[in-house]
């Protein structure tokens, strides 16, 4: 079956340490996205990329760093530098086709915790 | 992106239609009405979306209003499984799909109870 895999689901990390969250699609989707979700917040967009090898910053990118080196693949590390790194994280793909209105389809997030 | 307007909260019984409205008063001629759902500790999930012509697939029906301003999200049969946050999102129709966000509001908490 398609689908978007997040890994791992729940994730700790120390104080000071760089953790790298990954997120692979099978659905053949060009543009890929990821997002954090506060408890009673909505959504709002870190790092998004629609081809291989470019990505863009969203709204909240300070603190975090993102990589494409392959289609399937759009791995989000969370730096040190991001003073409130506790949320839950999700991984969304779309088709990025022009002129479209292709819904973006997301993983099962992966929950960060500081220790 | 136009703003949207939900109830925070709504019950059903199970194995009865559940409505789920939204108003999106401001909508502009070229943005789409998207709903999706989160069940907790889940990612969300798509569900249907529309223009103006109301649309049917195999999880729900979209009834848009023929001014745009609101629509209605109805589960024909709705069971435990549906009880989730059910968010309505207005979309721009672009060229650049892959720069433009979901806004996801606060959205309403459905209930179904047996």
């Known amino acids: 079956d398609g689908g978007i895999t997040q890994s791992p689901k729940y994730l700790f990390r120390k104080e000071g340490q760089n953790v790298t969250l990954s997120c692979e699609q099978n659905l053949n989707h060009d543009a890929m996205y990821w997002y954090r979700q506060d408890p009673g917040q909505g959504l709002r967009l870190i790092y998004y990329?629609?081809?291989?090898?470019?990505?863009q910053k969203g709204d909240i990118a300070e603190g975090y760093s993102v990589s494409r080196e392959k289609k399937e693949s759009f791995p989000l590390t969370v730096t040190s530098a991001q003073k409130n790194p506790t949320a839950f994280y999700l991984c969304?793909?779309?088709?990025?086709?022009?002129?479209?209105?292709?819904?973006?389809?997301f993983g099962d997030g992966t929950r960060l915790s500081i220790l | 992106d136009a703003k949207t307007t939900q109830p925070p909260s709504m019950d059903c019984a199970e194995g009865r239609a559940a409505n789920l409205p939204c108003n999106h008063s401001t909508i502009s001629g070229n943005e789409y009405v998207y709903w999706y759902r989160q069940i907790h500790s889940q990612g969300p999930q798509y569900i249907i979306h529309?223009?103006?012509n109301n649309e049917t697939n195999e999880m729900a029906s979209l009834i848009i209003t023929e001014d745009r301003k609101s629509s209605t999200l109805i589960l024909p049969h709705a069971t435990l499984r549906d009880t989730a946050v059910y968010y309505c999102i207005v979309r721009i129709r672009s060229s650049n799909q892959a720069g433009t966000a979901l806004i996801f509001g606060k959205g309403t908490t459905l209930s179904v109870s047996s």
């Open positions: 990329s629609q081809i291989v090898n470019d990505f």
């Open positions: 969304a793909s779309s088709i990025a086709s022009g002129g479209g209105s292709q819904p973006q389809h």
């Open positions: 529309g223009l103006k």
